[in-house]
T-cell receptor, first 112, second 114 residues
Framework: DGGITQSPKYLFRKEGQNVTLSCEQN?????MYWYRQDPGQGLRLIYY???????QKGDIAEGYSVSREKKESFPLTVTSAQKNPTAFYLC???????????FGEGSRLTVL | AQSVAQPEDQVNVAEGNPLTVKCTYS??????LFWYVQYPNRGLQFLLK??????LVKGSYGFEAEFNKSQTSFHLKKPSALVSDSALYFC????????????FGAGTQVVVTP
């Protein structure tokens, strides 16, 4: 079945370590997104990419990095520069007509 | 700047009663509006959207939403709530300067009691 796969589901990290969250889609969507979810704050956009080899910063890009080398993949790296990385991270994609976003199941990152 | 507001942090309703989750928006130009539902530790599931056309939009799982341009609202409704409708609901508006990118509200927790 078509969809978005995020891994790992749960991840623990020590302070000062970088961690990469995987996002793969087989929906043939051009656009992909990373959102961060914190309790009571809704979803905030970290990075998005409209085509391969191109991406733009969202509202809270500091301390994060991404790459878009393949249409199917949009990994997110949470760097040690991110001051408060503990959160639920959601990856999404959308078709070319700019319709609704399709979401993965999320990755919960906890910094120990 | 585009924005969306969900004025209620939580909505409590008895099973079988009507459910309404409120959403108001602020956007330049014509709004593209969306509703999503999220169960604990899961991703967001799409319920319905308004792009153009009829103001009453029907979606998944018996939900519908009414677009009201004069009140800049897009409230989500269900005639008869189920316990399984207990979840976190998000309203979102499309940001007009970049196709696809959505601005989300803070979410409304719906609690349906038996």
């Amino acid at each position: 079945d078509g969809g978005i796969t995020q891994s790992p589901k749960y991840l623990f990290r020590k302070e000062g370590q970088n961690v990469t969250l995987s996002c793969e889609q087989n929906l043939n969507h051009d656009a992909m997104y990373w959102y961060r979810q914190d309790p009571g704050q809704g979803l905030r956009l970290i990075y998005y990419s409209q085509i391969v080899n191109d991406f733009q910063k969202g509202d809270i890009a500091e301390g994060y990095s991404v790459s878009r080398e393949k249409k199917e993949s949009f990994p997110l790296t949470v760097t040690s520069a991110q001051k408060n990385p503990t959160a639920f991270y959601l990856c999404a994609s959308s078709p070319p007509n700019g319709g609704e976003l399709f979401f993965g199941e999320g990755s919960r990152l906890t910094v120990l | 700047a585009q924005s969306v507001a969900q004025p209620e942090d939580q909505v409590n309703v008895a099973e079988g009663n009507p459910l309404t989750v409120k959403c108001t928006y602020s956007v330049s130009g014509n709004p593209y509006l969306f509703w999503y539902v999220q169960y604990p530790n899961r991703g967001l599931q799409f319920l319905l959207k308004y792009i153009t056309g009829d103001n009453l939009v029907k979606g998944s799982y018996g939900f519908e939403a009414e677009f009201n341009k004069s009140q800049t609202s897009f409230h989500l409704k269900k005639p008869s709530a189920l316990v399984s409708d207990s979840a976190l609901y998000f309203c979102a508006v499309r940001v007009t300067d970049s196709w696809g990118k959505l601005q989300f509200g803070a979410g409304t927790q719906v609690v349906v009691t038996p």
